[in-house]
């Protein structure tokens, strides 16, 4: 066997040297069989040649070193070096024991002059004696070849196991490749997703004394000893009078769920403060960004009709799942199973503005829920502030073809920008903004725009049913700060607040979600995003062409056929209510599956959708958002050490808010409750005395390693424990809400009045936060959630943890000077930068 590491292409014309460094790796059991995917490029079909099965195969991983590609990422590799500068690599098979020809690598083209490294792959195929004959091959191109270090080759035959995994070439650590989304699919004969709803346990409501001194430990905290001893005095005396009653009612009013008959009591259902809340729509719901961007499609110029097409099929392939009911159950850590009554209201919901408060409606119905009339079948598209109506459901819940959907797509870009250069928007434009409005206000504008005409009626119906709000944005978002704003606002004439749920999709094909926070949790919507990521990851076809060229890898070739299901009716009583009016009239078509919404609009409604986009540009504008992206996060480093990721990433804001500000954070975290029936998330209080003493440490230069060390173990242990007491419904703050809410329906203002005030001290409810956090998968997803913050002079923080990678987006209001969105986020960096070093120091 020649050894060799190096040999140098010399190009003529500059009569510069490029230098070609080459190491054999091999990847798990190889099956050149896998290898058949159509979506090659034209560099792939050179780099990687179609190989035939056989028994063994080679794969070289070379990385090249030239001076023109400074600004080239690593995922650019291949495309630049064969598509710019042609270069060419063909090989012949060796048939048994004779030698073909072999021409070997030629540059062509000129090199200019800065330096960059790129690294990709080359197969060879069958027999070892074609390693050594392909590097004597090389020799003979120079003889200034240097062999100072030799490479080793190996032949990967089926079966062999190695010391290189294959993960170890996945440029992707935090998406491993072997996933699936087989964990979402049931493979039971009988409908499976709400089989054990009424087998779950109702949320237990904690002991009065037990709920106020739990409290009481939220804001002992941050409060000095005269004010702790005044909260003390008032929750000593709210005991005494006021709430014991109120506690009673708490009690009949949750004796009185059944969950045979499905009846729920208004204020003792979790956190019912968000679905109550008067918040404008776009601060009171959830935005994500989409976990492919990272990976599977990032940024690319004209590919929003392909992407848009695809998300479709996959949310369809979900929606699907729901409506046989084969979606899985899910548990959690510890074995729990969770409910998914929430799953229900994934699709075809609408939030309803009314007075004092606003109401849902889900329109979705399995197959086994007897229902007067068919789930939704069609989403709404929303081009330049124009809304189109499009059917992508078809019989037996199969959805339109790729070819037609495109179609459909591309029809309504060219009728959105025919309307637009001919200045005829007015009868679509802008009436988006109306859900963005003052809930008072949008309750009443509502009415008047049903009043106004019975298309306006119909049109209203088509769009709250719909199964989900498609937006194709016309901009190019840059930057993942940008995204932030736009997953939360963007210019709200092509959006639907209300809607249960939305996605955004850009001119270069970047995606963000929105989710209706008073209808489903944003991790609700979450699996629905890993399940797409998964289907994305099987199959390759559906990947961007620059991280199929940058992974190297063929796809799965997974089925994504979902069998029928039995035609037989479970006689679930677990139901949402299907009581609607269907009187309306219908909405003209434009083609079979196509229609536009066209409104009727008077002068009322047209002055006050031009107040309600001044009034939408100045809170879109006030708020700042910034991200952090931690790339160097050692998920496996704190697993060796045994250290919560969730507690780790707390830990780190904590610190970074007291470098910042000298003094500890009031910090809340949602965490879901769902082991309980119809339950949603409860606030934890994630600061606690170690994580202060902690902090305080940190900043003592006479402190040892080892003391800093003993109290990040303490804090981290305290987090877990407090994570989980209130994951177990011991948490204090849906109590404290219940509370507040059966003091205003028994018309007790004084309990009312206690209890707001108790509600404004820091962390003394999850609107007095001064870092309010969510994260919506410890499973490693990188979906990241974007947080609006809850007052004037806090954050907003959402996080995604990967193996790989640490994702935070931070948002503050610019009305406050003291808080800086940009800052937090660049020091929080260096907090988990410093964080991880502090593990490793010896």
Not at 9 to 15: D, I, Q, R, T, V
């Amino acid at each position: 066997m020649s050894n060799i590491d190096s040999f140098p292409l010399k190009n003529a014309a500059s009569k510069s040297t490029t230098r070609l460094t080459s190491s054999l790796i091999f990847e798990y059991p190889f099956d050149a069989s896998r290898c058949t995917s159509r979506r090659r490029s034209l560099s792939q079909r050179t780099l990687l040649p179609r190989l035939s099965v056989g028994p063994s195969a080679h794969i070289i991983k070379f990385a090249v070193e030239n001076d023109d590609f400074s600004r080239k990422t690593p995922k650019q590799t291949l495309s630049t070096l064969t598509d710019d500068y042609k270069l060419s690599m063909r090989h012949q098979e060796l048939l048994e024991g004779d030698l073909k020809s072999f021409e070997s690598m030629q540059m062509q083209g000129a090199f200019p002059s800065p330096r960059a490294r790129f690294t990709g792959e080359m197969w060879l195929q069958n027999a070892s004696e074609i390693a050594d004959i392909e590097v004597a091959k090389t020799l003979e191109l120079d003889t200034n070849v240097e062999t100072s270090t030799p490479i080793f080759s190996h032949v990967v035959t089926l079966g062999d196991v190695t010391p290189c995994s294959y993960n170890e070439m996945w440029p992707w650590p935090w998406l491993p490749p072997t996933l699936t989304s087989s964990e979402y699919i049931s493979n039971s004969k009988l409908p499976v997703t709400f089989s054990h709803q009424n087998n779950l346990p109702v949320v237990p409501i904690l002991p009065l004394n037990d709920a106020l001194q739990t409290y009481l430990g939220s804001v002992r905290l941050f409060l000095k000893p005269d004010k702790l001893a005044q909260v003390e005095r008032l929750l000593e005396s709210f005991k005494e009078s006021s709430g014991k009653n109120l506690q009673e009612n708490i009690i009949t009013a949750s004796s009185s769920i059944s969950i045979s008959n499905n009846i729920s009591c208004t204020y003792w259902s979790p956190n019912v403060v968000a679905c109550l809340s008067r918040l404008e729509a776009p601060l009171a719901n959830s935005g994500i960004l989409a976990p492919y961007m990272w990976d599977l499609w990032p940024e690319r110029s004209n590919s929003q009709i392909d992407r848009a097409v695809i998300l479709i099929q996959l949310v369809s392939e979900f929606a699907r799942l729901l409506y046989s009911e084969r979606l899985n159950v899910f548990y959690d850590e510890l074995g729990h199973p969770l409910c998914n009554h929430q799953f229900r209201k994934l699709f075809s919901s609408a939030k309803i503005p009314g007075i004092p408060s606003d109401g849902t409606h889900c329109f979705f119905k399995s197959v086994f829920e007897p229902s007067h009339q068919e789930s939704p079948k069609h989403i709404i598209v929303i081009c330049r502030g124009q809304m189109f109506s499009l059917d992508i459901i078809l019989e037996e819940f199969t959805t339109l073809p790729a070819k037609e959907l495109n179609m459909n797509l591309q029809q309504i870009l060219s009728i959105a920008e025919e309307n637009t250069l001919n200045r005829q928007r007015e009868e679509y434009h802008s009436i988006g903004i109306l859900s963005a409005l003052d809930r008072d206000l949008w309750s009443e504008t509502r009415l008047h725009l049903m009043e106004l005409s019975d298309n306006n009626r119909s049109c209203l119906q088509k769009l709250e049913e719909a199964m989900f709000v498609l937006s194709l944005d016309h901009m190019k978002v840059r930057g993942p700060d940008r995204l932030i704003n736009e997953a939360l606002f963007a210019d709200g004439f092509n959006r639907w607040y209300d809607k249960g749920l939305s996605f955004y999709i850009y001119q270069n094909g970047l995606l963000t979600i929105n989710v209706c926070s008073s209808i489903v949790d944003a991790s609700i919507a979450n699996d629905l995003l890993r399940f797409m990521h998964l289907r994305i990851l099987e199959d390759a076809e559906k990947w961007d062409d620059e991280a199929l060229k940058s992974s190297g890898v063929m796809s799965r070739c997974v089925s994504n056929e979902i069998t029928t299901c039995l035609s037989s009716i479970s006689n679930l009583v677990d139901q949402p209510d299907d009581n609607v009016d269907l009187t309306f009239p219908s909405v003209p078509s434009i083609t079979d599956h196509l229609c536009i919404l066209a409104f009727d609009l008077d002068d009322t409604l047209k002055n006050i959708i031009n107040d309600g986009m001044i009034s939408f540009t100045q809170l879109s504008e006030n708020v700042s958002s910034a991200m952090c992206d931690f790339e160097m996060f050692n998920m496996s480093l704190l697993i060796d050490r045994e250290i919560d990721p969730d507690a780790f990433a707390h830990l780190a804001m904590q610190l970074t808010f007291y470098k910042m500000y000298f003094r500890p954070a009031a910090v809340g975290s949602k965490v879901g409750i769902r082991r309980f029936y119809h339950s949603h998330y409860d606030t934890m209080i994630t600061t606690s005395e170690e994580s202060i003493a902690w902090c305080r440490i940190m900043f003592d230069s006479s402190a040892s390693l080892s003391e800093r060390r003993k109290l990040f173990s303490a804090a981290v242990k305290k987090h877990v424990q407090t994570l989980e007491q209130v994951r177990s419904g011991k948490g204090c703050f849906s109590h404290m809400s219940a509370l507040r809410e059966a003091a205003l329906n028994s018309c007790d203002p004084t309990a009312a009045d206690i209890l707001n005030d108790m509600s404004d001290k820091p962390g003394g409810s999850p609107e007095s936060m001064e870092i309010c956090c969510e994260c919506l998968d410890p499973r490693g997803s990188l979906s990241v959630p974007v947080v609006v913050p809850q007052t004037i002079s806090s954050y907003g923080v959402g996080y995604a943890l990967a193996n790989g990678k640490a994702l935070f987006t931070v948002c503050s209001w610019k009305d406050n000077p003291g808080t800086c969105a940009e800052l937090f986020a660049r020091s929080l960096w260096r907090c988990l930068e410093e964080l991880q070093n502090f593990l490793l120091d010896k």
